[in-house]
């Protein structure tokens, strides 16, 4: 064969290397115009730019651009058709599972998003301890008890209190008998422990946050209706164990514990880019 026709064999490992970088540039594009699409900065209905301009903002090529755009099809955040701009989906009509997960990851620190994330973690766990209710034994029972012990003697809501909850919601999760709440509490716990976010929802001292778990206890133990007490106990007094965040302090100034909250939500998550900057590059 004649040397004009020989093709260099490629480097592998220069390639892989390639293949990687332009897998996390995607991902950096895909989340960012993700976040933007669910947190409503980009409205449904509205036409991305083209992939020549989207390159140019984001300083990746349009082949890197074009894989975040089929990621974000597959999502269903975006409906591609050759020929035409590629437009923005609603994504409250989006079926996908994966994106509550990736709607959670992306959520910005805003009081109504966290609210939200607070409400739905909250009284979903009356399910929980329903089924725990029925299906755990004696020796469960025992250990959810030697939990909220070890919880009256806790010192504050810092690590060893998350460590406490988690073991507690787990060991109920167990008790369920059913797979798929055991995964959930596991995958909410793991996710308090890497963001400091959602754990601003708790405000009050360890002895009336285990004394909450006491009550709950004691109908569980008895098997009467563990469930509506824990709803009856959380309407009565949601305000006392955790802080429903507002858009402004009071008139009379923020409390201790939302100066703290506004700390929180106002420091980057792992270095990521805060939602309110995501519009800026991606355009409304």
Known sequence: MGQEN???APDSRRAAEGA???????????????????NRE??????????????????????????????LKEYELVRVRQGSPTVVLDPDQATDMRLLGLEIELMPPTS??????????IYSAAALLDLAEQRMDAREMSAIESIT???????GLGEEWLALERAYWITLAEASRNHVYVRETLWYFNLL????????????????RAGFYVTVNEA??????????YLELLRKHAPRLFI??????????????QQFITQELDTPINGERRSSDVARVVGK
């Open 6 to 8: 020989a093709v260099p």
């Open 20 to 38: 990687v970088e332009r897998e996390h540039a995607s991902d950096r594009v895909f989340r960012d115009i993700a976040a933007a699409i669910l």
């Open 42 to 71: 980009l409205k449904a209905g509205a036409a991305l730019p083209p992939e020549r301009e989207l390159s140019e903002r984001f300083g990746v090529s349009r082949i890197v651009v074009r894989e975040a755009i089929h990621r």
């Open 112 to 121: 109504h998003a966290l609210n939200a994330f607070a409400e739905r973690q």
């Open 149 to 155: 012990e070890r919880m009256l003697q806790a010192d």
């Open 193 to 208: 422990e890497r963001d400091p976010r959602f754990r601003a929802i708790y405000s009050t001292p360890p002895s009336t």
């Open 220 to 229: 569980l133990r008895s098997r009467q209706g563990s469930a509506a007490r």
């Open 244 to 257: 429903y965040h507002q858009e402004e302090a009071p008139a009379s100034g923020p409390t201790t514990e």
